[in-house]
Structures are given as C-alpha cells and as structure tokens.
C-alpha cells in the first residue's frame, strides 16, 4: 500500500476540519433551536422523578404510621381510635376497624354507616346481617324482606344467611306460604351451603 503524500494528508486535515467546523455548526444549531425544549423536558423528567420518590416515601411513612396506629388501638382496645381509623383509612382497612370498634362498644349508628357506606360488598353486608339480629324484632316480615333486599343476590356472601332469616321471620307470623317462597329458593338451589339447605328442609 502506497504511502500519502504530504498533499494527501493535508487535504486530509482539511476535510476533517471542515467536517468538525460542519458537525460542531449543526451541532449549535439544533441546540439554539432546540435547546430550551429539551431544557424543559430535562426539568421536567427531573421533577416528576423527585415527586414520585417523595411520593413513595410518604406512601411508606403513611402506611407504617397507620399500622402502629391501628395495632395500638386494638391493643388498648379503643374504640373511638379505630373509628378515627376508619376516617381516616380506605378499602377493607377502614371497614375493618369501623367493624372493630362496633364489637367494641355495640355503637349501633357504627353498623348502620358501615351498612350504607362501606367500602367493600363483604363488610357492608355483615353489618346487614348483625342489624338485621338487632333491629328485625321491631319490623314486620314485609319490612324485614325490604330491609334485606339489598342482600338477594348471589353476589353477597352472605345471601343464602339473608334468604333464610327473611324465611324465619315470615314463620315467626306464621305465613307459611311466604316462608316456604324463601325456604323452596335455598332447597332447590345445588350450590347452597350444607347447613343451611338442612335448615331450611327442616323449616319446610
């Protein structure tokens, strides 16, 4: 391979100058024209990094502070505490301690918020179940039936308890015949728990 000459190599330098001064010319352009879009979007990346990071960590210090809160208050057994809880709280957690600090001191207003405002189908209709055991007494089985609508259908966990405690009230009047239109609904039903289809074919 032939050696280049000295005007080879200067034309060398000269195009790789001239390629530097056009690379470094393109360069400041697109940096003049651009260069305070990608300011910002370099601030905003660092913002919403920093906001996410702080986020996590109050997200951390919240969850830890309700932890100690709520087992502190079950340990002292305070009511009025996992009730602020449940102010304070969401989801299954805020049901959970409203539901806690009803068996505590039997606040019967406690059940009836849970029962109309919980956050989850699962608490909302237990508090049903236990008004239904404190307020049935004073209804007819006609407002009975009314009052635990809400829970006839399968999607409740506690449908099939629903459906028999309206047949028992109707019983309780001796109305046979609407007893028996709930009894028939649990008997004929496969899926319907042991217990209570047994109960429920000894009722008929």
Same mark, same amino acid.
């Given at each position: 391979?032939? =050696?280049?000459?000295? %005007?080879?190599?200067?034309?060398?330098?000269?195009?790789?100058?001239? /390629?530097?001064?056009?690379s470094?010319?393109?360069t400041m352009?697109?940096?003049? =024209?651009?260069?305070?879009?990608m300011?910002?979007?370099?601030?905003?990346?660092?913002?919403a990094?920093?906001?996410?990071?702080?986020?996590r960590?109050?997200?951390?210090?919240t969850?830890?502070? *309700?932890a100690?809160? &709520?087992?502190?208050?079950?340990v002292?057994?305070?009511?009025n505490?996992l009730?602020?809880?449940a102010d304070?709280? %969401?989801g299954a957690t #805020?049901?959970?301690?409203?539901?806690?600090?009803w068996?505590?001191?039997?606040?019967?207003?406690?059940?009836?918020?849970l029962?109309?405002?919980?956050h989850?189908r699962?608490f909302?209709?237990?508090?049903?179940?236990h008004?239904a055991?404190?307020?049935g007494?004073?209804m /007819?089985?006609a407002?009975?039936e009314?009052?635990? /609508?809400? @829970?006839?259908?399968? *999607?409740?966990?506690? &449908?099939?308890n629903? #459906?028999?405690?309206?047949?028992?009230? &109707? @019983?309780a009047?001796?109305d046979?015949?609407?007893?028996n239109?709930w009894l028939d609904?649990?008997?004929?039903?496969?899926n319907a728990p042991?217990?209570? /289809?047994a %109960?429920?074919?000894?009722?008929?």
């Amino acid at each position: 391979m032939a =050696k280049k000459t000295y %005007s080879e190599h200067a034309e060398d330098a000269l195009y790789r100058e001239v /390629s530097e001064d056009v690379s470094t010319e393109k360069t400041m352009a697109f940096i003049k =024209k651009y260069g305070k879009v990608m300011l910002y979007i370099a601030f905003a990346l660092f913002f919403a990094v920093m906001m996410f990071q702080m986020w996590r960590q109050y997200t951390a210090k919240t969850r830890l502070a *309700s932890a100690v809160a &709520y087992e502190t208050a079950i340990v002292n057994m305070d009511a009025n505490a996992l009730a602020a809880i449940a102010d304070d709280a %969401s989801g299954a957690t #805020a049901d959970l301690a409203l539901f806690q600090s009803w068996m505590m001191d039997k606040d019967t207003t406690k059940l009836e918020k849970l029962a109309n405002d919980g956050h989850t189908r699962d608490f909302r209709d237990l508090a049903k179940i236990h008004l239904a055991g404190i307020m049935g007494d004073d209804m /007819s089985a006609a407002d009975f039936e009314k009052f635990m /609508s809400s @829970l006839d259908t399968k *999607s409740s966990p506690y &449908y099939y308890n629903a #459906a028999i405690l309206v047949a028992q009230k &109707y @019983l309780a009047e001796n109305d046979r015949n609407n007893a028996n239109k709930w009894l028939d609904k649990i008997i004929m039903d496969e899926n319907a728990p042991a217990i209570i /289809s047994a %109960s429920a074919q000894s009722l008929r």
